[in-house]
């Protein structure tokens, strides 16, 4: 089996060998410059720490930060770095007051500020576990903007817990290939480090859409098994002509990567016949002259393709990526794309900033490495007061799902903008006051609307005035960069307070009106109050954080209404005073009469989604700040997690069902259901007859294939526990159908 067919195979995400410290060790005393006594030292109180600890893969927990140690040894970086991968857990994960004082002690300030910034915020509690991924993500960049060890460890750390991910729970799965894809893999893209970069976006696509991911993979595996010698065949004919001009060189192959292929695919919406770098070459050469020779014999051996040239030596992309691209056509008709790059731009387009980042003598980094910290300085500016995990992390997703454009400033300096982006979002990038001054743009030395489409090579000059109002919450639509964004709504908050309140009570009042015209003023302030309290604001920044754009109205619609339905439809309710029984409205509100609560009443209350109880299951009540209570299953994993917490133990009450419910909440639960069957072209249709002979209100379903096997998730509603074992009983006798399990057990 060849390389290349090994790769497509792609076999389950595990350590491809066991972490060694006396491997690592030897590694780094054949290349030299390391300090092993410290070395060796940080990974003997490493061991020390975590003895008796274990993985979840049933491992010694020192695995992990053995291998983590192994990845940055990979990235060529220095002895205190390597300590900080050994000791990066230490103060999270083990017990210990004044761990961090230790690490201080015995390896030094740098080691222990580079733990710290690697080290998770475990001992603040917060409101949600997006303020909590926020504030996390917030101190990581605060250190990461002192010292870029600490991102590189970072990603280190999430590389090998990515390979090992198998071994967490389905839901955790998903929610760390999630953060992974979105803040991790773009970071990576940023510093240039395309090895981890790939890797995690490969790793996260498996677990995100595994479907998805087969089917690109059999895809792929076709195409390369009917052209299999193609890539071969064109390495030799480069090769040939090469030696023929004398040039040093060397050279490799690749098939385009699979998640690659996916977002062409599925993002894009192209074919793979609309895919014309599939196959790609890659020439290694001594010299930046050497790769321009080479691009001409290629293009002399070889029909170019109009519009797939591009020049990243003259013009780097910001992560400092230099690179020759060329797309050509091969004999046999098939395109195919050559990179053509040098030994330091290949080992920057590998390593990234990880390649320029020397520590030696206490020197500071690199003005080029500086210089691209501050974007991440910008960053932490502008979104040092949101609180939305969406828009704290644009910046970082920018670069990497969206194409590049490269302009100049009328002095000749290359600016990168996201493709399809405007002479604001040039503005913005120059410098805040350009754009908040910005009255006109020009283009080629031609004057363009604010909302024309930037190319690629054109020359750009802003137009200012001292006179100028500043942006227009216009622009807000109008410009693609999440930099020019963050910038124009700091400028809404800071400065146009009175007005983002004004545009605030308007955004809510029409929300509002969408639920009901029959409020008061006074029940419209009583609803803001509650909602605004519910996020820990004041009613008047609530206001003028919508209005500047730091918070959507789309986000609070449930909040506005779950208000709304309290305050406001009681007293309608009362005021109609129908002279017949109305029939009982059965939604999912009515379900609060079902449970009884210890000490409590006329409390809402609300069935949790993680586990789903139902009449008949033993349950719990949680006091929520602001949403009522949440009912759960006494076995539920977050109840039992939430019991062990001292701080929380207060909030939990004795709830139980009600022991003649009326009929109206009858089929009113709802429950989750895993339908494991072998796979058949009518298997869905067979559970949806069965569903409906049972009078089974069914919510959902969603499939997953895995060769001949089918996994169905079935969401459906139900009135007790005793009806929705009837109901399993009754799928299990379905042909296909293996077994049938209950989510959320």
């Given at each position: 089996m060849t390389d290349m067919e090994e790769k497509l195979q792609s076999p389950p995400p595990q350590p491809q060998s066991t972490p060694n410290i006396d491997a690592l060790l030897a590694r780094l005393s054949q290349t030299g410059g390391y300090d092993l006594e410290k070395v060796k030292k940080a990974y003997d109180v490493a061991e020390e720490y975590h003895r008796g600890q274990m993985?979840?893969?049933?491992?010694?927990?020192?695995?992990?930060?053995?291998?983590?140690?192994?990845?940055?040894?990979?990235?060529?970086?220095?002895?205190?770095?390597?300590?900080?991968?050994?000791?990066?857990?230490?103060?999270?994960?083990?017990?210990?007051?004044?761990?961090?004082?230790?690490?201080?002690?015995?390896?030094?300030?740098?080691?222990?500020?580079?733990?710290?910034?690697?080290?998770?915020?475990?001992?603040?509690?917060?409101?949600?576990?997006?303020?909590?991924?926020?504030?996390?993500?917030?101190?990581?960049?605060?250190?990461?903007?002192?010292?870029?060890?600490?991102?590189?460890?970072?990603?280190?750390?999430?590389?090998?817990?990515?390979?090992?991910?198998?071994?967490?729970?389905?839901?955790?799965?998903?929610?760390?290939?999630?953060?992974?894809?979105?803040?991790?893999?773009?970071?990576?893209?940023?510093?240039?480090?395309?090895?981890?970069?790939?890797?995690?976006?490969?790793?996260?696509?498996?677990?995100?859409?595994?479907?998805?991911?087969?089917?690109?993979?059999?895809?792929?595996?076709?195409?390369?098994?009917?052209?299999?010698?193609?890539?071969?065949?064109?390495?030799?004919?480069?090769?040939?002509?090469?030696?023929?001009?004398?040039?040093?060189?060397?050279?490799?192959?690749?098939?385009?990567?699979?998640?690659?292929?996916?977002?062409?695919?599925?993002?894009?919406?192209?074919?793979?016949?609309?895919?014309?770098?599939?196959?790609?070459?890659?020439?290694?050469?001594?010299?930046?002259?050497?790769?321009?020779a080479a691009l001409g014999v290629i293009h002399e051996q070889f029909n170019s393709m109009p519009g797939r040239f591009k020049d990243y030596i003259s013009t780097p992309k910001p992560n400092l990526y230099r690179s020759l691209h060329t797309t050509v056509i091969g004999r046999e008709g098939i395109p195919f794309e050559v990179q053509i790059r040098t030994w330091e731009m290949h080992r920057d387009a590998e390593y990234g900033l990880a390649a320029h980042w020397k520590y030696k003598s206490g020197e500071q980094a690199s003005e080029v490495v500086d210089r691209k910290l501050q974007w991440i300085r910008t960053l932490l500016e502008?979104?040092?007061?949101?609180?939305?995990?969406?828009?704290?992390?644009?910046?970082?997703?920018?670069?990497?799902?969206?194409?590049?454009?490269?302009?100049?400033?009328?002095?000749?300096?290359?600016?990168?903008?996201?493709?399809?982006?405007?002479?604001?979002?040039?503005?913005?990038?120059?410098?805040?006051?350009?754009?908040?001054?910005?009255?006109?743009?020009?283009?080629?030395?031609n004057i363009v609307p604010i909302d024309y489409k930037l190319q690629t090579g054109q020359i750009v000059e802003v137009l200012t005035s001292a006179a100028s109002k500043g942006p227009s919450r216009d622009w807000l639509k109008i410009v693609r960069s999440g930099e020019a964004r963050n910038k124009i709504r700091q400028y809404f908050k800071r400065e146009m307070r009175q007005e983002n309140i004004q545009v605030g009570k308007t955004e809510i009042d029409r929300e509002l009106r969408r639920f009901g015209r029959n409020y008061t003023e006074a029940q419209k302030e009583e609803?803001?109050?509650?909602?605004?309290?519910?996020?820990?604001?004041?009613?008047?920044?609530?206001?003028?954080?919508?209005?500047?754009g730091g918070l959507s109205v789309s986000k609070l619609t449930s909040k506005l209404r779950d208000e709304f339905t309290r305050?406001?439809?009681?007293?309608?309710?009362?005021?109609?005073?129908?002279?017949?029984?109305?029939?009982?409205?059965?939604?999912?509100?009515?379900?609060?009469?079902?449970?009884?609560?210890?000490?409590?009443?006329?409390?809402?209350?609300?069935?949790?989604?993680?586990?789903?109880?139902?009449?008949?299951?033993?349950?719990?009540?949680?006091?929520?700040?602001?949403?009522?209570?949440?009912?759960?299953?006494?076995d539920c994993p977050n109840a039992v997690a939430g019991l062990r917490k001292p701080e929380d133990k207060d909030r939990w009450i004795v709830a139980s069902w009600a022991q003649k419910p009326d009929r109206q909440y009858y089929g009113n639960f709802e429950a989750v259901l895993h339908i494991y069957a072998k796979y058949s072209p009518k298997i869905i249709a067979d559970v949806t007859v069965c569903l409906a002979d049972l009078k089974v209100a069914l919510n959902s379903v969603t499939t997953r294939e895995n060769g001949d096997s089918m996994l169905l998730i079935v969401g459906l509603k139900c009135s007790s526990i005793e009806h929705l074992k009837n109901i399993i009983g009754s799928l299990k006798k379905l042909p296909d159908v293996r077994d049938v399990t209950r989510a959320g057990r």
């Open positions: 993985r979840r893969s049933g491992e010694p927990y020192i695995i992990h930060p053995i291998a983590v140690a192994e990845i940055v040894a990979d990235l060529q970086l220095d002895t205190d770095s390597i300590c900080a991968a050994f000791l990066h857990d230490v103060v999270e994960d083990c017990p210990g007051d004044d761990n961090l004082a230790m690490i201080r002690r015995e390896f030094g300030r740098d080691v222990a500020e580079i733990v710290d910034g690697v080290t998770k915020l475990v001992h603040i509690p917060f409101e949600t576990k997006q303020e909590e991924s926020i504030e996390n993500l917030r101190k990581m960049f605060l250190a990461m903007s002192k010292d870029l060890r600490v991102i590189f460890i970072k990603l280190a750390d999430r590389l090998h817990n990515m390979r090992t991910l198998n071994y967490r729970s389905e839901e955790k799965q998903r929610s760390i290939a999630l953060e992974t894809m979105h803040v991790y893999a773009p970071l990576a893209h940023r510093l240039g480090i395309q090895k981890i970069k790939a890797e995690l976006e490969q790793l996260a696509l498996r677990y995100l859409d595994p479907v998805g991911y087969e089917e690109v993979r059999r895809d792929i595996e076709k195409r390369y098994g009917e052209n299999k010698d193609f890539l071969q065949n064109a390495q030799n004919k480069v090769a040939e002509r090469l030696d023929s001009y004398g040039i040093h060189y060397t050279i490799e192959g690749r098939v385009k990567s699979i998640y690659s292929m996916y977002r062409k695919i599925y993002n894009q919406s192209k074919s793979f016949d609309e895919i014309y770098d599939f196959y790609a070459i890659r020439v290694i050469v001594d010299t930046e002259l050497d790769c321009y502008t979104e040092k007061d949101g609180d939305d995990l969406d828009e704290f992390v644009r910046p970082l997703k920018i670069d990497l799902f969206e194409d590049e454009t490269f302009v100049f400033t009328p002095k000749g300096d290359v600016v990168s903008l996201p493709n399809g982006a405007t002479p604001i979002d040039f503005a913005y990038a120059i410098h805040s006051a350009v754009g908040n001054k910005m009255v006109g743009a020009k283009v080629n030395g609803i803001v109050h509650n909602v605004a309290a519910r996020m820990s604001l004041e009613v008047e920044d609530f206001y003028n954080n919508i209005g500047y305050v406001v439809k009681p007293n309608e309710a009362a005021a109609k005073q129908p002279e017949k029984a109305v029939r009982p409205d059965r939604k999912a509100e009515d379900r609060s009469q079902s449970v009884i609560l210890d000490g409590l009443e006329g409390c809402d209350v609300k069935f949790a989604k993680c586990c789903n109880p139902l009449p008949g299951d033993p349950i719990i009540g949680f006091i929520t700040k602001g949403f009522g209570v949440s009912i759960h299953k006494y």
